[in-house]
């Protein structure tokens, strides 16, 4: 059994930054990518950030120069960093990995809300 936690969100002002962390619990799991997504209500959900097992990274266009992702393969984790908040980062973000095994995971979301 493998869960996936997301920690970091909180309230901030525009500009501020924030680091969202995704650590992978239970069994060990090999990740073929892990991925950041964002869902505000009433929109579908969004893919921000991706880090692959090779450590290839891809960003959606709002987020290029200001978001970075990374991973710390010694804690089984991945990081968001999130500079320059905007008022439209505003969203719960989940975390996602499929595994080499062919099994998907998400994490149960953190809310980030950026408000002046």
């Known amino acids: 059994q493998v869960q996936l936690e997301e920690s970091g969100g909180g309230l901030v002002q525009p500009g501020e930054s924030l680091r969202l962390s995704c650590a992978a619990f239970g069994s060990i799991v090999i990740f073929n990518n892990v991925i950041w997504y964002r869902q505000t209500p009433g929109k579908q959900r969004e893919l921000v950030a991706g880090i692959s097992r090779f450590g290839n990274t891809n960003y959606t266009d709002s987020v290029k120069g200001r978001f970075a992702i990374s991973r710390d393969v010694s804690k089984n984790a991945v990081y968001l960093q999130m500079n320059n908040l905007k008022v439209e980062d505003t969203a719960v973000y989940y975390c996602?990995?499929?595994?080499?095994?062919?099994?998907?995971?998400w994490g149960q979301g953190t809310q980030v809300t950026v408000s002046s």
């Open positions: 996602y990995g499929d595994s080499a095994s062919g099994v998907d995971y």
